[in-house]
């Protein structure tokens, strides 16, 4: 068996644990074995099955690995946007804004 049938194999197996149904039918294109995950019809044979498994899962690491990456790029604009700010008012509202990203940020838990 090729590496990427056994790890088709792994990830169909996933799939089941992760409680998709196995269909009797085979795939009409391929004639591989297709399960019903998320509503989704996938065929384990042609489908592209390596995003099926990261896409599905939502790990409370996982979103706040996206959300520190996503607040560092936001404050990074906001100090982008206070270097050029003239106007004071703004500058404290730009300032508050960086203030509660770096907030956030700290509350998330230490990448690893
Ligand atoms: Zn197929």
């Given at each position: 068996?090729s590496r990427?049938s056994?790890e088709?194999?792994?990830i169909?197996?996933?799939?089941?644990?992760r409680?998709?149904?196995?269909?009797?039918?085979?795939?009409?294109?391929?004639?591989?074995v297709q399960?019903?995950?998320?509503?989704?019809?996938?065929c384990?044979?042609?489908?592209?099955?390596?995003?099926?498994?990261?896409?599905?899962?939502?790990?409370?690491?996982?979103?706040?690995?996206?959300?520190r990456?996503?607040?560092?790029?936001?404050?990074?604009?906001?100090?982008?946007?206070?270097?050029?700010?003239q106007?004071t008012?703004?500058q404290?509202?730009?300032v508050?804004l960086?203030?509660?990203?770096?907030?956030?940020?700290?509350?998330?838990?230490?990448?690893?």
């Amino acid at each position: 068996m090729s590496r990427a049938s056994k790890e088709k194999m792994r990830i169909t197996v996933e799939l089941v644990r992760r409680g998709a149904t196995l269909l009797k039918e085979p795939c009409t294109v391929c004639g591989g074995v297709q399960v019903r995950y998320h509503g989704k019809v996938i065929c384990t044979s042609h489908d592209d099955l390596s995003g099926v498994l990261t896409t599905e899962e939502v790990t409370y690491e996982g979103v706040a690995s996206s959300l520190r990456t996503l607040l560092l790029s936001k404050a990074r604009e906001a100090a982008d946007l206070l270097e050029k700010e003239q106007d004071t008012l703004k500058q404290d509202q730009l300032v508050s804004l960086i203030s509660k990203y770096v907030e956030l940020l700290q509350k998330l838990p230490e990448h690893r």
